[in-house]
């Protein structure tokens, strides 16, 4: 048994204790393991780390991508859904009445509930699995020379510093190393990466991390044009601002090729309707 399966059996044990407060979901350890960090930059771990989950987890955050569980993902993963949303909606009754509401009256009876549910589906990228998603939709490359480009793929997220929305489009363009990925895949990646908390700086970043663990291209360039309300609806509240953020990688060993790469992908990108 190698350090991680010790990591998934004691974590999942441990969450299973009497003391527990947490209900486990039938699937919760299946799901555990997928998301278990396999970080090749750790070192081996002690006994303590073993004996101790919460140390072991944030030991294992030193290299977090984003397919790898945030601190707390494991609590979510082992609780739920009906309890989830009763946490939730408790602690929502509480904030209308703080904003000045009477939770009692007709319109917001059953508002934190529906809160609770929406704030899990907004935030369901959590708890999705990727090995699901791409579902082995990997094939042998025909060419390894020509661009391919998903555009304008919508999205919608939650801004982390004011849990506001912030929605738009993004743009995947990649040369194959020998693997290309089912079309359809890109969406769903989009749909994992946004679905979480986020800033538009790391969701193209966490994107790109993605494929390129997934098909390792000679190139790859994720673009994303969005709208935060953070900025529109308050703040500043300068209605129609866009923000457009750019980020790409390659193997190429050449600073010109990976150049030349880009050039191309912007010139069919635009000339894209």
Same mark, same amino acid.
């Given at each position: 048994?190698?350090?991680?399966?010790?990591?998934?059996?004691?974590?999942?044990?441990?969450?299973?204790?009497?003391?527990?407060?947490?209900?486990?979901?039938?699937?919760?350890?299946?799901?555990?393991? #997928?998301? /278990?960090?396999?970080?090749?930059? *750790?070192?081996?771990?002690?006994?303590?780390?073993?004996?101790?989950?919460?140390?072991?987890?944030?030991?294992?955050?030193?290299?977090?991508?984003?397919?790898?569980?945030?601190?707390?993902?494991?609590?979510?993963?082992?609780?739920?859904?009906?309890?989830?949303?009763?946490?939730?909606?408790?602690?929502?009754?509480?904030?209308?009445?703080?904003?000045?509401?009477?939770?009692?009256?007709?319109?917001?009876?059953? /508002?934190?509930?529906?809160?609770?549910?929406?704030?899990?589906?907004?935030?369901?990228?959590?708890?999705?699995?990727?090995?699901?998603? *791409?579902?082995?939709?990997?094939?042998?490359?025909?060419?390894?020379?020509?661009?391919?480009?998903?555009?304008?793929?919508?999205?919608?997220?939650?801004?982390?510093?004011?849990?506001?929305?912030?929605?738009?489009?993004?743009?995947?363009?990649?040369?194959?190393?020998?693997?290309?990925?089912?079309?359809?895949?890109?969406?769903? *990646?989009?749909?994992?990466?946004?679905?979480?908390?986020?800033?538009?700086?790391?969701?193209?970043?966490?994107?790109?991390?993605?494929?390129?663990?997934?098909?390792?291209?000679?190139?790859?360039?994720?673009?994303?044009?969005?709208?935060?309300?953070?900025?529109?609806?308050?703040?500043?509240?300068?209605?129609?601002?866009?923000?457009? #953020?750019?980020?790409?990688?390659? /193997?190429?060993?050449?600073?010109?090729?990976?150049?030349?790469?880009?050039?191309?992908?912007?010139?069919?990108?635009?000339?894209?309707?």
């Amino acid at each position: 048994m190698n350090d991680y399966s010790k990591f998934d059996t004691t974590l999942v044990n441990d969450l299973k204790e009497p003391s527990s407060n947490s209900s486990i979901n039938s699937d919760s350890s299946s799901k555990l393991s #997928t998301l /278990t960090p396999i970080s090749k930059n *750790i070192s081996s771990f002690s006994d303590e780390d073993i004996n101790d989950p919460n140390h072991l987890l944030s030991k294992m955050m030193q290299n977090i991508k984003l397919h790898e569980p945030a601190k707390n993902t494991h609590k979510r993963l082992v609780t739920s859904d009906e309890e989830l949303t009763n946490k939730i909606a408790y602690h929502m009754k509480e904030i209308l009445e703080l904003i000045g509401e009477d939770p009692q009256r007709e319109g917001l009876l059953d /508002t934190p509930k529906r809160y609770a549910k929406a704030m899990l589906h907004y935030t369901k990228g959590y708890t999705d699995d990727l090995k699901q998603v *791409i579902n082995n939709a990997l094939f042998e490359s025909e060419s390894d020379e020509d661009m391919i480009i998903v555009k304008n793929i919508n999205f919608h997220s939650s801004c982390e510093h004011h849990l506001a929305p912030f929605f738009g489009t993004c743009s995947i363009g990649y040369i194959p190393n020998g693997k290309i990925i089912g079309l359809s895949k890109f969406a769903r *990646i989009v749909e994992v990466c946004s679905r979480r908390l986020q800033v538009q700086e790391r969701l193209g970043r966490d994107i790109l991390n993605i494929i390129m663990d997934a098909l390792n291209p000679k190139f790859v360039v994720v673009t994303i044009e969005a709208e935060h309300m953070c900025m529109t609806a308050r703040g500043v509240q300068k209605q129609g601002t866009k923000t457009i #953020t750019k980020v790409c990688e390659s /193997t190429f060993e050449d600073k010109q090729e990976k150049k030349s790469a880009l050039n191309e992908f912007f010139v069919l990108y635009n000339s894209m309707k």
